[in-house]
Structure formats: C-alpha cells, structure tokens
DNA sequence: CCCCTAAACATATCTAGACATCTACTTGAC
DNA sequence: GTCAAGTAGATGTCTAGATATGTTTAGGGG
C-alpha cells in the first residue's frame, strides 16, 4: 500500500467504489457484464469473499444484478411506468415545463392479469376504513400488472361483500368502466379519492411475486375511494416494483 | 434433521426463517437483542459466515439492524411522519406565516436545519422545468429536516436566480410564510403543484446523511410549483427517510 | 461519587479453500 | 442441420479460522 492513504476505508468497500466510478463513467453501460470475483481477486489481491462483499454492496445499492452461471451485471432500468393520481386535461397547461424525471413509456400500458376474487373476513384496517364491524366479510379482488411480460404491480380491493353482492364486481370480469361503474349503478359512485404512499424493502414472498432483483424496494399504495356523502365504498392495497414507476400528483392551492 | 425435509433451502434462509418468525411470534419485540453470531454457531451448528448471512438476510429486509459491538436488535419503527399533499400547502396556512411544514407529525414538529442557500448552474432537468435556459444560475436552498433530533428529510429547492435576487429567498431566514409568501411579494404565487414520487436504495451519501440502516429505502419526492399562468417557479427535489414518512394525497374523480 | 481504565464480548473485516448449482458454449451423435 | 450431452466457468453456499474495532461492564483510583 503505498504511502498512508485511506486505510479507514474496508477493502470490499474501495473496491465497491472503484467498480462505481467506473460504472457511472460510462466504462461499463447498462446490461454489461462487470469483471467476474476471480477477476477481482487478481486485479485487487484479495480473496474470494472480499470480491463478493464489493459485488454485494453494490447489489444492495440496486446498481448491479448477479447472475447465477452467468455474472455481475450493470442494473438496466427500463422503468418509466408513470402513474398519475389525477389525469386532467390541464396537463397541457401546467405541463408545460416538462417532468423531472423524464419516464418515456408512452403509450406502453402494462397488462391486467385476475389473480381470483374471493370473500374473506376483512383486516382490522380495512373492516376500519370501509366503516364494518371489526371481522366483517368483504370482497376480495386480486389483480396483477405485466408489463412486457414482466410483473410490475399487485393490487388487492376490498370491498363490502354485502354490497357487491350479485353484481359484476363479484365476477372475474366487472364489466366495462371497471368497478367504480359498477359502483355507480349501485349508488354509490366515488368521487373522491385519498391514497397512502409508503416504501420498504420487499418481503421474500413480495420479491418473489413481482421478480424484483435484491437492491429493489417496494412502494405501497393504499386508495380508498369515498362517495359524495364521504362513505368509503372501496380499499385498494397496491404494491409496486419501486424501480418500474414514477408517481405523479398534482393539486391546487385551495 | 429429521426425515428427508427441505433441504433445498439453504441453511441460512432457514436460520433467518426461524428468527423471523420467533420476531413475528413477539418472542422478540422491537429493540430486543436477538441471539448473537456465536449463539446461533451453537444452536444450528454453523460456521460464523453463514450466522452472519442469516442476519444479512433480515437486515436487508429491514427487520434488524446490527450494531456493531453490541449485538442484532429488532427494529423499532418509529411510526410514520404524515406529509400531506394538500392541506399542508394550503394557502391559509403559509399565507398566515405558518410553516408548512407545521402540519406534519403528531404535533411533533421536524425542527429545520439551514445547510445553506447558493447559486449555481441549474442542472438540466431543473433548468428545464424551470423553462430556463441550460447551464442557467439558479439558487440553491438546502434544509434538512430533524426529528427528535434524527434526520428524515433533506430538501434542496431550486428558483431562478435572477427572480429572487435581492429577496429574503437568498437569506437563510426566508421570512414568515416561507419562500412560496416571498414569492407571491414577486406577483409570482405559486396556485398548483406537481409532486413526482420515487423510491429506490440510497447512495452511502444520502444513507449517511440521513442516518440510515440498510434495509431501508429513499422517497424521492420532486416538487414542481407552478404560478397560474402555467410557469414553473420552484423545483424542490426532497429525500425522505422512506420508514419515518408516509405520504398522503387527496383528490376528486375526474 | 465520578472518572478512567482494562477486560470481556460482540460485530466487522478478511483470508483460504471446498463443494454445489446454474449458464453458456462446445462438441458429438443422429 | 439439429438436438443432446458434455464441459468450462461463473456465482451460491459453507466451513474454519485470524485480525480489527467498537461497546459494555466491572473494577480501581482519585
């Protein structure tokens, strides 16, 4: 080691930093094959185990994606799913300076794959929000979102079985305009929404379900939608791949 | 082992299983000391490494959090801080020289740390929404915001640097109301926003600033303000400590 | 009683090697 | 020419240590 440079810093971490810099100075581009732990442990004289906490870093940074077989591999985020809480007509007006985060999947809609709907005894929090009784049933209607083949969102809606009942909403189709018309046949049309946004890393079982890479958090999204008289007719529980969208909310100044 | 179970799984996922549900079962609550490495050697009969990955593992989800020294503790979650979309910018509130952000929390307050106001050269997606020229100086405002004297927010918002030469915005102390009163002093009041949310693995800079465990995400929240002739006159880009924030939008169908 | 120090203990880093499992490519049989 | 088997190489899992560094606690000195 020449002279007294930082020694403060662990090994597995200069590496880490090296493999960074030479990431984000375009040596590597997304989807290239980054030098492999043998390699590693040449080029830095380290053993195998050092090699692997520098990748290992890094995969917990969501930066790069291993391969089993095949390698350590720069992350390519194709992102740029953009779900917008309030789709107005004004967006050519307030729109005009451009989104931050330029998301270009214009167009490119993911698909609705029905996971199954079902009856069960409602959460604590939902039986609360939706104004049941502590353990009452509600509709369960399970969906999952693809795009290009690929899941990017569940959504769980729950919603009150006694109210739903013989109606689309209780059919793996609910008909056209979705349950929000079928709602409004029934009354009980929503016109105001309020959504919870939370993120945290991802459960094995979620990673599993949406095929998220480790490095990947979760966003979850809970709507509930109210009727002009301010009842809560439905809860949604989303759960989205982190690195697949960009959420967007615009309101006034009242 | 008895019988021909899953030996599939690897022995620490399995370790990791059984501490998780050992957590779930409240034998261990928030801020309790899980076994230690040598412990765990014992019980399972494994080497040091493969203890340590288990608790890789749960650390990744952010269920533990290993303090060097001292042991694996079980993660208490503070409990989210509300940031509301809406009535936290409502303009009774900053136009009576409220802070905004006095809405926030259980009546617990972030206190705001100043890191200092500057002009530079507006990166090019600000100058954009800005509707600025590129490589145009804008002003820089930096804030973080503290919780029981923990980090959970850094904010850093950009204005033309021009527009706000010579007001209160180039002072660390803004003045009652905030910048978005200094702005409507300019005739230029912001009436709508637009709030891009992502989430994603922080950096090891934003992890420091922030004081993060691993296993814990960022919110980024990008803010748009725009006056009511549809120009932009803020950008602030926020990044949250995604386990202390949960954010909350309200608004009508369409 | 407080402060300082030392020892015990815990996690963090690092090494060296073994076997397992998956991938991608090559080779050979049909 | 195509498909299957084989093989080299890559990451994944696991062991058994050594050394480093921070935390807690117990003890001793002032």
Redesign the interface.
């Known amino acids: 080691m020449p002279s007294g440079a930082q020694k403060r810093q662990p090994k597995y971490q200069r590496i880490a930093a090296a493999l960074k810099e030479a990431i984000a100075a375009g040596q590597y581009g997304p989807g290239d094959r980054l030098p492999g732990e043998s390699e590693l442990m040449g080029t830095y004289g380290v053993a195998r185990?050092t090699a692997r906490q520098a990748f290992?870093a890094l995969q917990?940074?969501?930066l790069v994606e291993a391969r089993k077989g095949a390698g350590v591999f720069v992350r390519e985020f194709k992102v740029g799913l953009r779900r917008r809480?309030?789709?107005?007509l004004a967006v050519e007006?307030?729109g005009?300076?451009?989104?931050?985060?330029?998301a270009d999947g214009h167009g490119r809609d993911p698909q609705v794959e029905f996971l199954g709907v079902s009856e069960k005894p409602a959460p604590a929090a939902v039986a609360a929000a939706l104004g049941l009784p502590a353990g009452a049933i509600v509709r369960v209607r399970r969906r999952r979102f693809l795009l290009d083949a690929k899941p990017v969102m569940v959504a769980t809606s729950y919603l009150d079985a006694a109210l739903t009942a013989g109606t689309a909403i209780a059919e793996p189709d609910s008909g056209p305009g979705g349950i929000?018309a079928r709602l409004a046949d029934l009354g009980r049309?929503?016109?105001?929404?309020?959504?919870?946004?939370?993120?945290?890393?991802?459960?094995?079982e979620e990673a599993d379900g949406l095929g998220l890479t480790?490095?990947?958090?979760v966003?979850l999204v809970c709507r509930t939608a109210f009727t002009a008289d301010g009842h809560a007719v439905e809860v949604n529980e989303m759960t989205l791949d982190?690195?697949a969208?960009?959420?967007?909310?615009?309101?006034?100044?009242?």
């Open positions: 185990m290992a917990a940074e969501g809480g309030i789709q107005r007006v307030w005009a300076g451009g989104s931050i985060w330029a929000y049309k929503p016109v105001r929404f309020r959504e919870e946004v939370r993120s945290r890393m991802p459960t094995p480790s490095g990947t958090p966003v982190a690195s969208y960009v959420l967007e909310y615009e309101f006034d100044a009242p």
